[in-house]
């Protein structure tokens, strides 16, 4: 039996097992831009065909450059992935130490590469009757307990939750004085850019930003992320892996995404609308409870006894996909999270939910 991985956006697999076209389904359980690969990527794609005859280019500079103008940083603050995931399975190598606190619930890859490393991995439980608010007098008397890495993600997937850069700011001093490295998941910071702590960051050896080039530029089959650092650590993690696991395609598409300034503006601004409205209707529905969110999905609780187990059955024969969050740690067999799409997309998943939920 093949290894299965807890994730959303299972389309290929699950159409299969319907006997229906990938196309025919409608994926909320991945949060990808609904607007899709923009012009300039495509364009870049298929120009870079012809290059496919090279090794790419293993020093991924025209990116790092591409990446230093996009943030105000210098190239030597960047390390490229194939994904995020891939630099997400390099920090406990890269990392001294056996120990690690991740605030949760999270993305459960954090879990799995420090697993593989034999790291032991324990959960600092946020609660969504709070708001997934950290406190961080709490926070520092577990990290006093003596931790070699703290992963924390902002905005929070699957909570939505924006922590500010105050707060961040607080964290990493905890962080430092607990002698604690600080792996600041990042990865749909695109959707709130000013709450990043890129600028802090770069300037101490003591963390690390993951971001992913996925989600918010659409390119989750192409594989691409990036992390931010200090030069040291930076040089620290570009020694890590292969030489070429980032392909050349993928490395021009990021470059074209970066350059695609009006798709990316217009990307917030359809997501802030859309996910405002979705989260308005879904509130109306006694029998749910929507969570706040700063970034492209949307985290919800079915507070009328039904699991979300169930409700994906329900709605994956209407053929639409949510993620069941019911195997993130701290979180019920009664939330799910739906990813913000097209508006035609979201009528067609409120219009399921009422059927369902009537
Ligand atoms: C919080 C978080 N971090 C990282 C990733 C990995 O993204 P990728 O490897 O596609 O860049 C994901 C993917 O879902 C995620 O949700």
Not at 104 to 116: C, D, I, K, N, T
Not at 294 to 312: D, I, P, R, Y
Not at 340 to 353: D, I, Y
């Amino acid at each position: 039996m093949p290894h299965t991985y807890d994730h959303g956006g299972n389309v290929f697999s699950i159409s299969r097992q319907m006997g229906i076209a990938p196309e025919e389904l409608i994926d909320f359980s991945a949060s990808i831009n609904p607007l899709g690969i923009s012009p300039l990527v495509r364009k870049s794609l298929i120009c870079a065909l012809d290059s496919l005859t090279h090794y790419p280019d293993s020093t991924h500079l025209p990116l790092k450059q591409a990446l230093a103008r996009h943030h105000g940083l210098k190239p030597a603050n960047f390390i490229i992935g194939n994904g995020s995931t891939e630099i997400i399975y390099h920090m406990p190598v890269m990392l001294p130490g056996k120990r690690a606190l991740i605030i949760s619930p999270s993305f459960s890859e954090y879990v799995r590469a420090l697993g593989q490393q034999h790291w032991e991995a324990r959960h600092f439980i946020l609660s969504p009757e709070n708001g997934f608010s950290i406190d961080t007098d709490r926070l520092k008397l577990e990290l006093s307990t003596g931790y070699d890495a703290l992963y924390l993600c902002n905005p929070g997937n699957p909570g939505g939750t924006l922590y500010p850069l105050r707060v961040i700011e607080q964290i990493y001093s905890i962080c430092l004085a607990a002698g604690t490295f600080l792996v600041l998941d990042e990865a749909f910071m695109d959707f709130c850019e000013d709450a990043s702590a890129k600028q802090f960051i770069i300037h101490s050896d003591n963390g690390i930003i993951l971001r992913s080039m996925t989600k918010f530029f659409g390119i989750p089959g192409l594989r691409l992320g990036y992390a931010i650092a200090s030069p040291t650590i930076a040089e620290r993690l570009d020694a890590m892996g292969g030489p070429w696991s980032v392909n050349t395609l993928a490395l021009e598409a990021g470059v074209a995404a970066l350059q695609d300034q009006d798709h990316n503006r217009r990307t917030i601004e359809f997501i802030r609308q859309e996910r405002r409205g979705i989260y308005e209707q879904l509130d109306r529905f006694p029998a749910l409870k929507p969570y706040p969110s700063s970034a492209n999905f949307l985290l919800v609780e079915l507070t009328g006894g039904m699991t979300a187990h169930e409700l994906k059955e329900r709605l994956v024969a209407m053929r639409m996909l949510i993620r069941d969050c019911s195997s993130f740690m701290g979180l019920t067999r009664h939330f799910f999270r739906i990813a913000v799409r097209t508006s035609q997309e979201n009528h067609r998943l409120l219009e399921g939910l009422r059927r369902i939920l009537k």
